[in-house]
């Protein structure tokens, strides 16, 4: 196993304003009720783990947080802002979220530095010149400099995803959202990729990561958190949810992982 260390930048303290809350947060699909009353804080800096089974509600949550789904019934704030209001403007709470999804992450017909440049100048009117400076050293940090000019297609699925990362950060978001951003990869390229989530909870970005990646979760995320059919059962530090949990749902969800997936 690979021994990774515990993170440096600590999170602000549960008495500040959170970067997200979220306060009863229900939402449904027709008949199918998926999110039944969720309340999460997520605080600057921190590192939050979203666990549970498939189809939990997990990627639900996540796009309820940046107003991809609007919700049904709760409130959504962002650093105290009601966001859920209906009249606050999405693309507006959107410009303040990086988010990273499982796939098609890159604009395939978009250079990587275009791909990654491109909300700084079209969302934030960065002009191009200052965005592409920004875009190249972001990529050079993470080893990419030297495809900034190709095709995403010229990249392998870890350096896309990788890309896909940087390109959330470029705009410096006060939250950045990763909703099973490994899970399409093959398995050795998923290293890569989990060591960028690392470093950069490590330089202190605040994130909730939804992930069936167990290890991670324990070794790097300040918070684990158990979403089971549409409900927070459980959270905490993960050695304490990994090590002893509280709940029979969360011990016989980590039993099941543990006989299946968890390496
Ligand atoms: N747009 C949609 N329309 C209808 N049902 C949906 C929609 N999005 C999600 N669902 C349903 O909501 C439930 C929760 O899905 P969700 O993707 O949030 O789960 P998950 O925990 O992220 O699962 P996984 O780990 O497989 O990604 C599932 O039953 C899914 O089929």
């Known amino acids: 196993m690979i ?12 008495a500040s ?31 939050v783990a979203l666990i549970g089974a498939s189809g939990s509600g997990k990627s ?24 859920s209001d209906p009249r606050t403007k999405a693309d507006e709470v ?33 002009d191009k010149a200052a965005a592409e400076r920004r875009g190249l050293e972001l990529l050079a940090q ?7 000019r190709e095709f995403p ?16 950060i470029a705009t410096d978001p006060e939250l950045l959202l990763l909703d099973e951003i490994t899970s399409a990869l093959d398995p050795e390229l998923v290293g890569e990729v989990l060591d960028l989530v690392r470093e950069l909870g490590l330089g202190g970005t605040t994130i909730v990561m939804a992930t069936h990646e167990m290890a991670f979760a324990r070794d790097v995320a300040h918070r684990v958190v158990f979403l089971d059919d549409g409900v927070i059962v459980e959270q905490g530090d993960p050695q304490q949810l990994f090590g002893n949990p509280v709940h029979d749902r969360t011990r016989e969800f980590l039993s099941r992982f543990l006989e299946t997936d968890y390496r």
């Not at 959170?18 to 590192?47: A, C, M, W």
């Not at 993470?142 to 900034?148: C, E, Q, V, W, Y």
């Open 3 to 14: 021994v990774i260390p515990p993170p440096r930048a600590e999170p602000a303290s549960p």
């Open 17 to 47: 304003e959170p970067v997200l809350r979220l306060r009863g947060i229900h939402k449904s699909f027709g008949d199918t009720q998926v999110l039944k009353g969720v309340d999460l804080d997520v605080h600057r800096h921190e590192v």
């Open 60 to 83: 639900t949550l996540l796009r309820t947080a940046n107003l991809i789904e609007r919700i049904d019934d709760g409130q959504v704030f962002l650093a105290g802002q009601d966001v």
């Open 142 to 148: 993470i080893g990419l400099a030297d495809k900034a």
């Open 153 to 168: 297609d010229r990249l392998s699925g870890g350096q896309q995803q990788r890309a896909a990362i940087v390109r959330a």
């Open 94 to 126: 959107r410009a303040r979220i990086g988010v990273v999804f499982q796939h098609y992450n890159l604009f395939p017909h978009l250079s990587v530095l275009d791909n990654v440049t491109m909300s700084s100048r079209v969302v934030h009117g960065v």
